[in-house]
């Protein structure tokens, strides 16, 4: 790949900014990457590891001369950060973020965003249970999706610059709409992962199951579960709070099937609990089929 980007700015250094880190230096995708976190902690780990070509003690001075700015906090803190940065953001820069809800992000982010500053929202569709500047790898997006959800007035060019840069991370993208893509996230992640905490905790809450049963004899349901639930508290309280009417609509269906599926159990229904589990296993092979998992027994995600 040849580069794409002066310089790109990474505002917060957890999981997806130091993969993109990594993996824009694996392919020479900018000039420069600089990054800015808000915790001295951080950024002193950042700068032992080597994360970013220049960690910067202002967010400000991580922005300044930036032609690419990417807002990788949690969902909640990205108003109050574009406001921080608007005085000096580069004409021409694109800002974009990496969060997992969109609609609330535009309404919260677009108005700070200056005039002649392109303002691009994206989420990347990838991730792990680790968190932080020293999770990060460059092979984290390869063959994931991120999806570009270009707001009204949205420039062509600069579009297509961020599509480059996150194919060059190894992701394939499609472009969507806010509200769209807020419904399928809620589908494909949120919803899953409030269901993983709530399992979680029923088994925390289960006394008659003791703590050293749980952790010993997990199978590998279970243990899913809980590789969900031990993501970052502090976005996933975010997500839910500005996703709030996809979630609640999803958990809706959820509630409705769990009751149908409790009802078919109490009557003995095993035709229908054979049909469903059917209809279930074939979307496991569709996520298989799309390179999207692996039907290894551990997933393909080893023994950490």
């Not at 950024?43 to 300044?64: F, H, K, N, S, Y």
């Not at 109490?266 to 074939?282: H, K, N, P, S, V």
């Amino acid at each position: 790949m040849s580069q794409i980007y002066d310089r790109v700015a990474l505002i917060g250094l957890g999981l997806i900014a130091s993969s993109m880190y990594w993996g824009i230096k694996r392919a020479g995708l900018a000039g420069e990457v600089t990054g800015f976190a808000r915790s001295e902690e951080t950024r002193a780990t950042a700068r032992r590891i080597g994360l970013c070509d220049r960690v910067c003690d202002t967010v400000q001075e991580a922005v300044d001369g930036a032609d690419l700015v990417v807002l990788c906090v949690p969902v909640g803190a990205m108003g109050p950060l574009a406001q921080e940065i608007a005085p000096v953001l580069m004409p021409g820069a694109t800002v974009s973020d990496v969060g997992s809800v969109k609609r609330h992000v535009i309404a919260d982010v677009g108005p700070h965003i200056p005039e002649g500053v392109h303002f691009i929202p994206a989420h990347p569709l990838a991730g792990t249970e680790h968190s932080g500047p020293e999770s990060g790898f460059a092979e984290l997006f390869d063959n994931r999706w991120c999806l570009l959800v270009p707001v009204e007035g949205s420039d062509p060019e600069a579009t297509a610059h961020l599509r480059a840069l996150w194919e060059g991370l190894g992701s394939k993208v499609d472009e969507m709409d806010a509200d769209h893509h807020d419904l399928v996230l809620a589908v494909t992640s949120h919803a899953p992962h409030l269901i993983a905490y709530t399992m979680v905790g029923v088994a925390d809450d289960l006394r008659r199951v003791t703590d050293t049963e749980v952790i010993q004899y997990s199978a590998a349901g279970f243990r899913d579960f809980t590789r969900i639930a031990a993501s970052d508290p502090t976005m996933w309280r975010d997500v839910f709070l500005t996703n709030k009417d996809a979630t609640l609509e999803i958990l809706g269906r959820f509630t409705e099937e769990l009751f149908a599926l409790q009802r078919a159990i109490r009557t003995g229904d095993g035709e229908q609990l054979f049909d469903y589990f059917t209809r279930t296993r074939a979307i496991r092979r569709g996520i298989i089929d799309a390179g999207q998992d692996t039907d290894a027994p551990d997933f393909g995600r080893g023994k950490a």
